[in-house]
């Protein structure tokens, strides 16, 4: 699942390279993306505007448009990607990896598109079709999001109840943009064992965790994704923890298979 780096990815994507142009045409006939609009409704909603915003929280990713049209919400899903491909061949893209990708101008698993004036397109491709196109998502429902949380605004969100911390964490509506392997990330900076539960934890673990989700979401969205964080190699059987050289823990948290130091992260 694109957690919050690699939405911003793509949110950057739109902004540098869709906004401004008028769309002409609008592919929102796969019925089960776009759900629960019909075949026409987001084309109607979008032709004639332009796309003039580009907004991500957490992991959710939407788009004003032009006159105060529609607001138009894009989730990427499993392995989604925003694609802006050129008349002149030319493309440039953001979002998840892209499985099954054989070769420039490859779109086999384009289910959105708008085309634009001067024949570009932008579109949602994504292989395993779990990606979302909506009009006017309810984006205020999401929690603070992890890239800009204040102390104060964390604090309050681990604040009570019997959850794992990990659960707490991947509560889109506690703080949103956090996924799985980034809460094994942060817990692990943090040195917090993940089924540990927020009615347990100190003061001092809450600040380190807040320290360690600061810094883990700095680091990915610097060097290209969650995939790049620390512990995400060592989530293997067999996997050593790259600070003290414990053997790494297995275990499933609030529904989630979760990663941990045997030695550091203890209950």
């Given at each position: 699942?694109?957690?919050?780096p690699?939405?911003?990815?793509?949110?950057?994507?739109?902004?540098?390279?869709?906004?401004?142009r008028?769309?002409?045409?609008v592919?929102?006939?796969?019925s089960?993306?776009?759900?629960?609009?019909?075949?026409?409704?987001?084309?109607?909603?979008?032709?004639?505007?332009?796309?003039?915003?580009?907004?991500?929280?957490?992991?959710s990713?939407?788009?004003?448009?032009?006159?105060?049209?529609?607001?138009?919400?894009?989730?990427?899903?499993?392995?989604?990607?925003?694609?802006?491909?050129?008349?002149?061949?030319?493309?440039?893209?953001?979002g998840?990896?892209?499985?099954?990708?054989?070769?420039?101008?490859?779109?086999?698993?384009?289910?959105?598109?708008?085309?634009?004036?001067?024949?570009?397109?932008?579109?949602?491709v994504?292989?395993?079709?779990?990606?979302?196109?909506?009009l006017?998502?309810?984006?205020?429902?999401?929690?603070?999001?992890?890239a800009?949380?204040?102390?104060?605004?964390?604090?309050?969100a681990?604040?009570?109840?019997?959850?794992?911390?990990?659960?707490?964490?991947?509560?889109?509506?506690?703080?949103?943009?956090?996924?799985?392997?980034?809460?094994?990330?942060?817990?692990?900076?943090?040195?917090?064992?993940?089924?540990?539960?927020?009615?347990d934890?100190?003061?001092?673990?809450?600040?380190?965790?807040?320290?360690?989700?600061?810094s883990?979401?700095?680091?990915?969205?610097?060097?290209?994704?969650?995939?790049?964080?620390?512990?995400i190699?060592?989530?293997?059987?067999?996997?050593?923890?790259?600070?003290?050289?414990?053997?790494?823990?297995r275990?499933?948290?609030?529904?989630?298979?979760?990663?941990?130091?045997?030695?550091?992260?203890v209950?």
């Amino acid at each position: 699942m694109p957690e919050l780096p690699e939405v911003e990815s793509a949110r950057s994507v739109l902004e540098r390279a869709a906004l401004g142009r008028l769309i002409v045409e609008v592919d929102d006939t796969d019925s089960y993306v776009c759900r629960p609009h019909q075949p026409g409704e987001i084309r109607s909603a979008l032709l004639g505007r332009k796309l003039v915003a580009a907004h991500r929280r957490g992991k959710s990713l939407w788009c004003d448009t032009s006159e105060d049209g529609a607001v138009l919400g894009i989730h990427l899903g499993m392995s989604g990607k925003i694609v802006i491909a050129d008349l002149d061949g030319g493309e440039i893209d953001g979002g998840d990896y892209w499985e099954g990708r054989r070769v420039p101008g490859d779109y086999r698993w384009s289910r959105f598109a708008v085309t634009f004036d001067d024949g570009g397109r932008m579109m949602l491709v994504d292989p395993r079709r779990l990606g979302r196109i909506t009009l006017d998502p309810p984006v205020e429902r999401l929690g603070p999001d992890a890239a800009t949380i204040s102390n104060v605004a964390f604090k309050k969100a681990l604040a009570s109840g019997s959850a794992p911390v990990k659960a707490r964490l991947l509560d889109q509506q506690a703080v949103a943009g956090i996924g799985n392997l980034l809460a094994d990330e942060i817990l692990w900076r943090a040195r917090i064992h993940p089924s540990r539960h927020v009615d347990d934890l100190t003061p001092r673990e809450v600040g380190r965790i807040f320290r360690a989700t600061q810094s883990s979401v700095a680091d990915a969205l610097k060097d290209g994704g969650v995939h790049t964080l620390s512990i995400i190699p060592f989530r293997h059987a067999g996997g050593l923890c790259p600070r003290d050289g414990a053997p790494m823990a297995r275990g499933a948290v609030g529904g989630r298979t979760s990663w941990w130091c045997s030695k550091e992260q203890v209950l």
